[in-house]
């Protein structure tokens, strides 16, 4: 499976917009990009997901890079409740089917400040 | 819609014992995957059903099972219990069809003295 790489950590504060990166560099063309978070206490939950282009969302926008080797997921407005450990995550659905095996990496731990 | 319901939240076992998890998945979802979460290792993906029988399964040791029933509920058991099976089982929900994504419920807690 491809790996992601973000930073262990990212800190922001309350009604500012937050960027957390991902690269991943060695996606394949059929990699999916799937963003879920993780709250305190609670399972992963789905954020978004994309393949070429920007998506936007409820809660939040996606914006990939044209050669596809890093995103970038964005909260437009950080609130107290977005604290969570955020994973970027590559689906690769060419299998015949759909794959639900996914690989978790670290993860990004998010804290915002009041 | 209710979410993904996991039972029980919290249980604590000794080695040597066995243990059995349910997950009821959202009603429709007929997929329904497994993982453990540890602090050392991160989420790591046991094993995936649909319509009772097993589709994908991750690399671990055969004392880990699992079944689906045909109301698409799940168990999962770990039998001979080890102290490094204490972890966060969650287990997760989807559509069937490309890129659904998956709903996770709150997770079991297991501990192992």
């Known amino acids: 499976d491809a790996k992601t790489t973000q930073p262990n950590s990212m800190e922001s504060n309350e009604e500012e917009p937050v960027h957390l990166p991902c690269n991943h560099s060695t996606i394949s063309g059929t990699d999916y990009i799937h963003w879920y978070r993780q709250l305190p206490s609670q399972g992963p939950e789905y954020v978004i997901h994309?393949?070429?282009s920007n998506v936007n969302n409820r809660m939040a926008s996606l914006a990939i890079a044209e050669d596809r080797k890093s995103s970038t997921l964005i909260l437009h407005r950080a609130t107290l409740r977005d604290a969570a450990v955020y994973y970027c995550i590559l689906r690769d659905l060419t299998s015949g089917g759909s794959n639900y095996k996914l690989t978790f990496g670290k993860g990004t731990l998010l804290t915002v400040n009041p | 819609k209710a979410g993904v319901t996991q039972t029980p939240r919290y249980l604590i076992k000794t080695r040597g014992q066995q243990v059995t998890l349910s997950c009821s998945p959202i009603?429709?979802?007929?997929?329904v995957s497994w993982y453990q979460q540890t602090p050392g290792q991160g989420l790591q993906f046991l094993f995936e059903y649909f319509s009772e029988t097993q589709r994908n399964k991750g690399n671990f040791p055969g004392r880990f099972s699992g079944r689906q029933f045909s109301n698409s509920r799940s168990e999962m058991n770990v039998s001979t219990l080890e102290l490094g099976d204490s972890a966060l089982y969650l287990c997760a929900s989807t559509e069937e069809g490309r890129n659904s994504p998956l709903h996770f419920g709150n997770g079991t807690r297991l501990t192992v003295t």
């Open positions: 994309g393949l070429t």
């Open positions: 009603s429709g979802h007929r997929s």
